[in-house]
């Protein structure tokens, strides 16, 4: 069984330029995370789909990172336009269904490596 | 507020030394604890998980870590190194009840001399 592949694997780009990752999930997994870790410090979250929806969407920095998981498979997330600060290791995990208190285990990916100059 | 503390960002240790990576978090409650590892271009591997039962939990590669609710505490340890253990350990809660997400430390990175 594939795990979670993330494309690219490297980006550079310019500031005010647009980037778009992508992350594919293990197949059948509805719950699909991003994450980010800035050079020095901890990976935080960034958001949380179940399916298609955006189910918390409250480490998102701001209104220049759209998230995208149109037919509840793969998903994007677009930086547009970047900014210096947005480099960075984008990690994209995946998870079973859970319900109640059941925690499932969360499956990332390699990461994206995105760097802004 | 959640975190998660790493209070060592390099350890160095021998191979065939015994290992204790520390991990303090502060949560209202019991949360869910997690131990991932990354090796280099590789996406995060879970450890071991703690989320109820017996506080000293095994994992995979020969971990075990073990819950102190008095202190806060969930330290990763093994008792043998090996030189494949080269790589960067996270600590991460989990609170119980919400969709899932992972608060991280800022990560120890292990470096295993010959």
């Known amino acids: 069984e594939a795990g979670v592949t993330q494309f690219p694997s490297h980006s550079v780009i310019e500031k005010g330029q647009t980037v778009t990752l992508r992350c594919d999930p293990i197949s059948g997994h509805d719950n699909l995370y991003w994450y980010r870790r800035v050079m020095g410090k901890e990976i935080k979250f960034l958001l949380h789909f179940v399916k298609e929806s955006k189910q918390d969407e409250s480490g998102m920095p701001n209104n220049r990172f759209l998230a995208e998981r149109t037919g509840g498979t793969y998903s994007t997330l677009k930086v547009q336009p970047a900014e210096l600060e947005d480099s960075g290791v984008y990690f994209c995990?995946?998870?079973?269904?859970?319900?109640?208190?059941?925690?499932?285990?969360?499956?990332f990916g390699p990461g994206t490596r995105l760097t802004v100059l | 507020a959640q975190s998660v503390t790493q209070p060592d960002i390099h350890i160095t240790v021998s191979e065939g030394a015994s290992l204790e990576l520390r991990c303090n978090y502060s949560?209202?409650?019991?949360?869910?604890l997690f131990w991932y590892v990354q090796s280099p271009g590789q996406g995060l591997q879970l450890l071991l998980k703690y989320f109820s039962g017996d506080t000293l939990v095994q994992g995979i590669k020969g971990f075990e870590a073990e819950f102190k609710r008095s202190q806060s505490s969930f330290n990763l340890r093994k008792p043998s190194v090996h030189w494949s253990d080269a790589a960067e350990y996270f600590c991460a809660v989990g609170a119980r009840g919400n969709t899932g997400k992972l608060i991280f430390g800022q990560g120890t990175t292990l470096q295993v001399k010959p």
């Open positions: 995990a995946s998870s079973q269904d859970f319900g109640g208190q059941t925690y499932n285990e969360q499956f």
């Open positions: 949560y209202g409650a019991t949360p869910y």
